[in-house]
């Protein structure tokens, strides 16, 4: 059984910082793509970052230059530094995983989210 568990959440004002941290576990032969979604109170969820297990990485244009993606390919771990913290960007951050397991091919998996709440 494969989990992904993200942590680092919490509340937070307006300038601050975070980190967040998403661990895979179970039996896992080799995880591809992961990155970080979230959702704000009626809004649909949206891909924030992503990173390859190469390094390559993505954001979307509303977080360049504030949040950070990496992970630790031998702990199968994310991470999100997240900056320069603004109300916006409130909301439950989800860690999303392509793993194969027992599998020969890849599935996708999701954290159960962790809270992220900026006061002005």
């Known amino acids: 059984q494969v989990q992904l568990v993200e942590s680092g959440g919490g509340l937070v004002q307006a300038g601050g910082s975070l980190r967040l941290s998403c661990a895979a576990s179970g039996s896992i032969s080799s995880i591809n793509v992961m990155g970080w979604y979230r959702q704000a109170p009626g809004e649909q969820r949206e891909r924030v970052a992503q990173i390859t297990s190469d390094g390559s990485t993505i954001y979307t244009d509303s977080v360049k230059g504030r949040f950070t993606i990496s992970r630790d390919n031998a702990k199968n771990t994310a991470y999100l530094q997240i900056s320069s913290l603004k109300p916006e960007d409130t909301a439950v951050y989800y860690c999303?995983?392509?793993?194969?397991?027992?599998?020969?091919?890849?599935?996708?998996?999701w954290g159960q989210g962790t809270q992220v709440t900026v006061s002005s």
């Open positions: 999303n995983a392509h793993i194969k397991s027992s599998t020969p091919y890849y599935i996708n998996y």
